[in-house]
C-alpha cells in the first residue's frame, strides 16, 4: 500500500496513542513521522527512514537556529536534520499537506502568486514554546518592542522575553488556584490583558514591576463563555487604553482598563469570535459563528452593514491604521478585502494553502510597503501585498502557528510555533 493510499483511507485509523489533535484530525510533527516510520517500510518515500524517525520527539535540536544555520541546512528555519532523517524536506512537505484536514469540505480560490520578498529569516529561538488551548483561537503572541516579546506560556502563563535574549521571565501567572487557561492576549498602549477559557480576564500595566500581581476578573460565567478574542485601543472621549472582549456568549463587551469597569456591553445573534476597531475608534468589524460581516458602531453596537460573500464561521479581522483597508479571515479558506469607504462588496478574495486563516495584521503606515500577514493555523505564514492585492512572499516550515505579530516599527516579525517537537519563537526581518 502507498503512502497515498493509506492516507486516503484515514491516517488515525488503528493508531492506540493519543493524538494531539489541535486541528481535529491532524498530526504533529513527531507523531506523523513515527506514523511514517511504523506504518510505511515498504513505502517507496519513507522506506529510507532511520531509526530516528521514531524518536523523533527526543530530537536534540540547537537552542537558537541562525540565518547562517538555515542557509547550510537548505532553506531549513527549524534545525530539522533531514539528512540523517534520508527524507527530504520537500517529501515531507508534499505528505504533510496532503493529510492535514481543514474545517471545510469545499473548492477553494487558489492562493496569490508568491512573487514579492518582504521578509527574510533572522532566527529561531527553540527554547520559547507557546501553547494552544483550543484549536481556532491563535492570537497568544503579542510585541511591543525588540525587546518586549509577550507569548502564552504552559497555558496559564504569559512570559517576556527579547531579541538576542536566552531568558524569558513570567510577568502574569494564572496557575494558582484554580487555573486560568489563556485563549487570547494582546499588549498595547502600556497595558497587557489576558482572556480565559472560562470567561476569566487578568489585566496588568506594562509600567508595573514585573512582579507584580494583575488584576483578575470575570467577563461572563455563561457556560459558553469562552474568551474568543481580546484587542486594545484607546478610549476616543478617555483617551486611556480599552480591551474590547469577543466572547462565545454571543457577547462583546468594553472594559477601562485604568479603572477596572466594564463601560459598554453588546449583544448578537451568535458567537462573536473577533473583532477590530477603526482608527477613529467610532467603528467596529465584527465575524464569528455566522457568514456575514458585521460593520457596528463602537458605542452602540448598531449594525450599519453586513457584508456577505464568506460561505463559513468567520474567525480573524483586521483594520488597517490609515482607515482604508478591512480583511476578515474565514474557515471557507479566503480572506476577504474591504474597503472601508465603500462596503459595496470585497475588492478581493485571496486563497491559502491548507487552512483558514485565524488571525490578521495589517503593518503599521511608515514601516515600508503596507502587507498583511495571513498565518494559517500550521505550517504557513502569507504576507500579502496590501496595496495592488496581486502578490505575495510565503513562508513554509512545520508545526502549529500560535500567533503573529509586527514590530511597533514594522522592521520585524515574530511567529510563535507551537509545535511540541520543532516549535519556537521564530523571528523574521524587513528586506
Known sequence: ???????????????????????????????????????????????????????????????????????ANGG??????????????????V???????????????????????????????????????HFQ????????SRHDIFYSSEHCRIRRTGVGS?????????????????????????????????????????????ESKPIIGIITRNDNGITNHVHAH???????PVAVFSSNDNKLRVLDCYRDTFIGEQGFEWPINCSATSPDGRLRVVVGDHTDVMIVEA????????????????????????????????????????????????????GTNIAGVRTLRFSESGCGRRVLVCPEPADYVNIIDAVTWDGMQKFDFFGEIAGVEFSPKGGEMFVANADLCVGGLMEFERC
Open 1 to 71: 500500500m502507498t503512502a497515498e493510499e493509506y492516507f486516503d483511507e484515514g491516517l488515525n485509523e488503528g493508531y492506540d496513542e493519543p493524538i494531539i489533535d489541535i486541528e481535529s484530525d491532524n498530526f504533529d510533527f513527531s507523531r506523523l513521522f513515527r506514523r511514517l516510520y511504523d506504518y510505511y517500510p515498504f513505502d517507496p518515500t519513507t522506506f529510507r527512514l532511520t531509526s530516528l524517525a521514531a524518536q523523533i520527539k527526543s530530537l536534540k535540536r540547537p537552542e537558537v537556529v541562525t540565518k547562517e544555520d538555515m542557509e
Open 76 to 93: 531549513d528555519y527549524q534545525g530539522i536534520p533531514w539528512g540523517n532523517l534520508r527524507m527530504t524536506r520537500d517529501e515531507f512537505r
Open 95 to 133: 505528505l504533510r499537506n496532503r493529510t492535514y484536514k481543514n474545517y471545510r469540505n469545499m473548492p477553494y480560490p487558489d492562493p496569490l502568486p508568491t512573487n514579492r520578498q518582504f521578509f527574510r529569516f533572522n532566527g529561531q529561538e527553540n527554547t520559547k514554546w507557546t501553547r494552544v488551548v
Open 137 to 144: 483561537l491563535r492570537n497568544l503572541l503579542s510585541v511591543t
Open 166 to 210: 536566552k531568558t524569558s521571565e513570567t510577568i502574569i501567572d494564572l496557575s494558582t488556584g484554580v487555573p486560568v487557561k489563556i485563549t487570547t492576549m494582546t499588549a498595547r498602549h502600556g497595558v497587557i490583558v489576558a482572556g480565559g477559557f472560562s470567561g476569566e480576564y487578568a489585566v496588568k500595566s506594562l509600567h508595573a514591576p514585573f
Open 234 to 240: 484607546l478610549g476616543r472621549n478617555s483617551g486611556s
Open 299 to 350: 458605542d452602540s453596537g448598531r449594525i450599519l452593514r453586513t457584508l456577505e460573500g464568506h460561505e463559513d464561521y468567520g474567525f480573524s479581522c483586521a483594520w488597517s491604521d490609515d482607515g482604508y483597508s478591512i480583511a476578515t479571515g474565514n474557515q471557507d479558506r479566503t480572506v476577504r478585502i474591504y474597503d472601508a469607504r465603500n462596503f459595496s462588496r470585497s475588492i478581493t478574495q485571496i
